[in-house]
Each structure stands twice: as C-alpha cells, then as structure tokens.
C-alpha cells in the first residue's frame, strides 16, 4: 500500500510539472517557486500556518512521548508532520476569512483616455511579485492593460502604452513575455492562445517610421 501510494505521489508530482512546462515553457521554475514564496509570505498565512503547526505538535507530541518515540528522528518526524499539517489549518482559516472580505472589496476599474478605444478584451492573469493576479487583458489602440478581479492579494492595475513595448513573445502554451522601455524586468502575462495573442499585440503596435 504504501508503494502504491509514493507511486501516486511521484506521478501526480511528475504531471503537475510536466503541465507546467507545456503552459509556462522555460518560466515554469520560476513561475512555481515564485507563487509558493509570495504565499506564505503573506502575514496571516504565516499566523495561520504558525497557530496550526503549534496545535498539532501540541495533539501528536504527548501521545508520541507516551509511547517512547523519544528519539531525534521521532522529534523530527513530528515536527514535520506538524509543519505539513499547519500549513493545510493556516488555509483553510485564513483562506475563508480573505474570500469573505474580498466580497465587500470594491473592483478595480480600468478607465479608458479620451479618444481610446477597447480593441480587445479577454481572461488572463498578470505576474506581480510572484503573485499570478486573476482579471483580464485589455489591449486598446493606445495600451496593453491588465485589470485583476477582486480576489487577488494586491489590486493594482497595469498597463504600458504600446508605443514602449520593445518585443513581446509567446513563452510556453499560455504565456507571454512583455519587455517594456519602463523596466529591465519584463512582464508576465498568461492568456489562452498566447502565439495568435502576441501577433496581435503586434500588429496593434506602431510601425516604426520608414
């Protein structure tokens, strides 16, 4: 049985990552380790996950004694479990609490210039300090925008005017890389069809002159 299931454990790992790589291309390590640090980074996923790991050291360490698993490599053993085991208290907590307050969180609203016009408007997520930000792409006939949904840690907009998009490229299945005159980093974006969602942000971009 246990055989069994380290076989699951190993494969399923194995398909997540391989999933990863067709969608993300050679951003996926990046795009993982990036997401878990900006999680539990967070304040009341750490209060959370803390709480959680003290409790179930608290329930398994006296019946562990009890028993005589008194050795280091008990000590640890249940320290780890503990860890694992808070981490899954801490979300469940402090995730329910974050949604109910993100209901009454006003939505961001990405407000069009004079004269501006929405070209095309579709479901992605934008990269922000290792956040994935749920929303959508806009691409008008000035910009390349994205506006996050509610339900994301940070609400910030995002847009860079086409004129200072230096190259965009697909990277992977879903994403986009966006390289822009205002930062040497460039900009994450996931959006289906990334290939025929570049050509077009291309083509939106000014030619240059000649």
């Known amino acids: 049985m246990t055989a069994i299931r380290i076989f699951l454990f190993v494969s399923s790992l194995l398909f997540v990552m391989?999933?990863?790589?067709?969608?993300?291309?050679?951003?996926?390590?990046?795009?993982?380790?990036?997401?878990?640090?900006?999680?539990?980074?967070?304040?009341?996923?750490?209060?959370?996950?803390a709480l959680g790991a003290a409790g179930m050291l608290?329930?398994?360490?006296?019946g562990a004694i009890a028993k005589g698993h008194t050795a280091i490599g008990d000590f640890a053993l249940i320290s780890g479990?503990?860890?694992?085991?808070?981490f899954g208290f801490g979300a469940l907590v402090v995730g329910p609490i974050w949604m109910l307050k993100c209901l009454f969180t006003a939505k961001p609203v990405f407000e069009l210039e004079p004269g501006e016009e929405l070209v095309h408007d579709m479901l992605g997520n934008?990269?922000?300090?290792?956040?994935?930000?749920?929303?959508?792409?806009?691409?008008?006939?000035?910009?390349?925008?994205?506006r996050p949904h509610r339900f994301n840690v940070q609400l910030g907009l995002w847009s860079t005017p086409l004129v200072d998009i230096l190259?965009?490229?697909?990277?992977?299945?879903?994403?986009?890389?966006?390289?822009?005159?205002?930062?040497?980093?460039?900009?994450?974006?996931?959006?289906?069809?990334?290939?025929?969602?570049?050509?077009?942000?291309?083509?939106?971009?000014?030619?240059?002159?000649?």
Do not use: Y
């Open 81 to 86: 479990l503990s860890l694992f085991c808070g």
């Open 58 to 62: 608290a329930l398994l360490l006296p």
């Open 167 to 210: 190259d965009v490229a697909p990277e992977g299945s879903r994403f986009l890389v966006v390289k822009t005159r205002a930062s040497d980093e460039p900009e994450w974006i996931v959006v289906p069809g990334a290939v025929h969602v570049a050509e077009e942000i291309r083509a939106a971009m000014p030619q240059p002159a000649g």
């Open 18 to 49: 391989w999933t990863m790589r067709q969608a993300a291309g050679r951003l996926a390590p990046k795009v993982g380790i990036g997401g878990i640090l900006f999680l539990i980074s967070r304040r009341g996923v750490l209060v959370g996950w």
């Open 126 to 146: 934008h990269f922000l300090h290792g956040e994935g930000r749920g929303g959508r792409i806009l691409l008008t006939n000035r910009r390349l925008g994205f």
